[in-house]
């Protein structure tokens, strides 16, 4: 039997971005002085009506159509900014599609963030009730999974204490507590798995995949391919507020990966704005996944190649051209430099390539950046060296445990493991 | 929730539930259904700002007991004793008293309520509720002030051994009016507010401003009589009046006809400001 729960038509919304205003909202003033100018040239017909060149239409969402069954628990992909919190926001009611339908059946709770509502003032007593109510759970429902909550939250010892006392741990447990003890029949959910330690979270896994076995709906955003994975059975792709693909959660994390922006992967200089010295100028330099493509977001598992074009201007001995790398949190990972690959001590004018291959099962799931440089003998000083200019992300598809953590670290080796039985007590 | 699913399953012709429809530009059929619905959320919400308005003062719900106690003392040395103003023959601390009461429902309440979407801009922008909800809610906490500060009229009147006539029991009607007033302006400010940030000032001057234009420190009857339906265009002429009619049972108190323009006038400004936040209400998400 088919059993469509909810039904997305041809779905649009748009978006009147300003490109001076500073301000999300508009001061009176400018309304005024908008209507004044329009009165001037009602006076003055020369001019004709010509759109305001600061503004712009922006559509978050295009054309999206997709259908969800009862039971269904669908991913929604896609980059920043491809519009999956604007779908998101439209399905849960809480700003209004410019054009197109949709049709929902059931009973919806959207926990678009965690503690929503919450009072620092209000004791974790308090804000409880408070949040479960904004969510839309009533008195009673909500006591009688009081209990429940509270021991799931783990702050039985502060519930009279106000929220603004707690950690922060303690804040945002207290408030996923209360989210993930709604019972909707379809529930709908952004980004919210990201909170927490790591313990936390697999706690909120945990009760996420409890609601899906459940056979509820669940539509769900994350960034986190490992989750996504485990949590859905079929995903749709949404790029640039355009539905891309919809198909089983396999292909799309594949796809996404895939159709990455690649902007970050190369880098290209001209001559007059290239680092350069006199004796050297650098051109290009780019990442490669191991199909040899420009890839910012490379798949743990497998081999890529980080590579820079230059150009020697005058003949040069002993050259060293290498790279260093940080990731996001300003951790030096790793430098290396070329020198044993030429076999010849000068190198003459004339366009290189240095290539430094990095096997699979290196890098850990997350954000790495580089730049190159250029020394020589006695190597006390670069010659020129180029700024952070590659930035490519790491990600881990493969998922650990049974809830799909990221190992701890920044390598991630792929390891073996023995277990040897050795004595019978 | 059980109840109510339940009987939106029975309320519901096709097999299963009922079946929500967004779409754009779609005024929703059961929009006040919703806010019966919704009604725990408004509880809820006002309960939160009563149970936050007093935390962390040392004095607590004193204040909604000082700050009206010390207007009415000000406005007695200067307007009773300093201008000599008539009382209508009642103690001139009630007389004052009786209308800063509506005046302090009107004043706090329109306050609230024009800056509650703005307050609550986290849950307008993640959380889907008929947004009624907030600006109304807000009105609520404010007449909790008004009870309390009630106290001190009962206790002038014991001091001044004063006793109200039979027309004390249609205070009630008199203080539904003043919080329409209230609601009236609020939502056009609220609705407003979340566009033009501008609003934000306008309030505080608007409220500072009307505090003279009506009759709170003084009795209306000194108005001259060739003014008074004029003066009455100042919806809250008609509440103050009400108020003093049914506390002082003082008949001079009262111009009919002003009293009538004064509620029309309440009337379309509570329905026009419905109809206005109807209209922005679409939009408050993405401007907010």
């Known amino acids: ?425 | 929730m059980t109840k109510l699913k339940i009987k939106r399953r029975r309320e519901s012709s096709a097999p299963g539930e009922t079946e929500l429809i967004i779409e754009a530009g779609r005024t929703e059929k059961n929009y006040w259904q919703d806010i019966w619905r919704y009604r725990e959320l408004f509880y809820f919400l006002a309960w939160r700002d009563i149970l936050v308005r007093y935390k962390q003062t040392a004095i607590g719900v004193a204040w909604a007991l000082i700050r009206p106690f010390l207007t009415m003392v000000v406005f007695t040395v200067v307007f009773g004793r300093l201008a000599n103003l008539p009382s209508d023959g009642v103690p001139y601390p009630i007389l004052v008293f009786s209308a800063m009461l509506p005046w302090q429902l009107f004043s706090t309440a329109l306050s609230e309520c024009s800056n509650s979407l703005i307050a609550n801009a986290n849950l307008l922008s993640k959380v889907y509720f008929p947004r009624l909800v907030v600006p109304t809610s807000a009105v609520v906490v404010s007449f909790v002030d008004f009870a309390i500060s009630g106290i001190i009229l009962v206790a002038l009147m014991v001091w001044f051994a004063f006793v109200p006539s039979w027309r004390i029991i249609t205070l009630p009607l008199f203080t539904l009016i003043a919080l329409a007033a209230s609601m009236g302006v609020g939502l056009w400010m609220a609705s407003l507010n979340v566009q033009y940030r501008d609003f934000r000032y306008i309030v505080p001057f608007l409220v500072q401003f009307g505090l003279y234009i009506s009759p709170v420190g003084f009795s209306s009857s000194i108005v001259p009589a060739q003014w008074r339906l004029l003066y009455s265009l100042n919806p809250m002429v008609g509440v103050i009046d009400g108020f003093r009619w049914s506390i002082l049972g003082n008949e001079a108190s009262i111009y009919w006809p002003g009293f009538a323009l004064s509620t029309s006038l309440v009337v379309l400004l509570l329905v026009s400001g419905i109809w206005y936040f109807r209209k922005m209400e679409r939009t408050f998400a993405d401007v907010i």
């Open chain 1, 1 to 425: 039997m088919s059993d469509t729960v909810i039904r997305v038509e041809n779905l649009g919304k748009k978006y009147i971005i300003g490109h001076q205003q500073q301000e999300r909202y508009t001061a009176l003033r400018d309304v005024l002085a908008n209507k004044a100018k329009g009165i001037t040239q009602l006076f003055n017909p020369k001019p004709s009506k010509r759109p305001n060149p600061s503004l712009e239409e922006f559509w978050a969402l295009k054309d999206v159509s997709f259908e969800v069954e009862r039971g269904d628990r669908i991913g929604i992909i896609g980059r920043n900014g491809a519009g999956k919190s604007t779908l998101l926001k439209i399905l849960s009611r809480i700003t209004e599609p410019t054009n197109g339908r949709i049709s929902i059946k059931g009973r919806v709770a959207s926990l678009l963030e965690v503690g929503t509502g919450f009072h620092p003032e209000l004791t974790g007593r308090e804000n409880l009730f408070l949040n479960g109510a904004i969510l839309g759970m009533d008195r009673t429902e909500i006591r009688r999974k009081f209990d429940e909550i509270v021991a799931f939250a783990e702050v039985e010892r502060f519930l009279d204490t106000p929220v603004k006392r707690y950690s922060s741990g303690m804040y945002i447990r207290l408030a996923f507590a209360v989210a993930a003890h709604l019972d909707p029949e379809i529930l709908i959910v952004d980004e919210v798995l990201a909170v927490g330690d790591a313990q936390f979270q697999k706690k909120c896994l945990g009760k996420m995949e409890q609601v899906g076995q459940q056979g509820r709906t669940v539509l769900f955003v994350s960034h986190n391919m490992a989750a996504m994975r485990s949590l859905c059975s079929r995903a749709i792709l949404l790029n640039q507020g355009h539905l891309t693909e919809d198909s089983n959660v396999e292909n799309i994390v594949a796809k996404y990966l895939a159709e990455e922006d690649i902007s970050e992967a190369v880098v290209k200089w001209d001559s007059q704005t290239a680092p350069q010295s006199s004796e050297i100028r650098f051109i290009r330099a780019y990442i490669l996944d191991n199909q040899g493509d420009y890839a910012s977001l490379l798949d743990c598992r497998k081999r890529f190649q980080i590579a820079v074009e230059y150009e020697i201007l005058k003949p040069l001995r002993d050259l060293r051209i290498g790279f260093f790398m940080q990731n996001l949190e300003g951790v030096a990972i790793c430098g290396s430099n070329d020198p044993m690959a030429w076999t010849e001590p000068a190198r003459e004018p004339g366009r290189y390539v240095s290539q430094c291959d990095f096997p699979g099962y290196v890098l850990n799931a997350g954000r790495y950046s580089v730049y190159f440089g250029a020394d020589i003998p006695p190597y006390t000083k670069l010659l020129v060296s180029t700024p952070y200019c590659l930035s490519f992300t790491v990600e881990d598809v493969e998922g650990h445990g049974l809830l799909n953590e990221k190992l701890p670290g920044v390598v991630r080796p792929n390891l073996n493991w023995k277990v040897n039985y050795l004595v019978h007590t």
